[in-house]
Each structure stands twice: as structure tokens, then as C-alpha cells.
């Protein structure tokens, strides 16, 4: 029986770190960058400094 304890306290170790890791991946995916950003669209050209 112990063993079986080890497994799953280790599976759900490796859950909550993947889920960490990912969550880590999404934030910085959504995160708007640092610098200069330029864009062109149907009202013309548009240099933003952040």
C-alpha cells in the first residue's frame, strides 16, 4: 500500500508542476511586449513606445 501512496503523491506533484509551467507559458503568451510597437491598419501607420 505504500507504494501505490508514493505513485500518487508523485502524479499529483507532476500535475501541479505541469499546471504551474503552463500557466507560467500562457501569462507570458498574453503579456504585451516591452519596447516599441508599430502597426499598419486602415487608418494608417501607428508608432506606439511603451
Known sequence: MPVSRNILI???GALIVVVGVLS???YQ???QPEG???NVG???LKI???
Open 36 to 38: 516599441l510597437q508599430i
Open 42 to 44: 486602415p487608418n494608417g
Open 10 to 12: 508523485l502524479l499529483v
Open 24 to 26: 507560467y507559458e500562457l
Open 48 to 50: 506606439e513606445g511603451k
Open 29 to 31: 503568451s498574453k503579456k
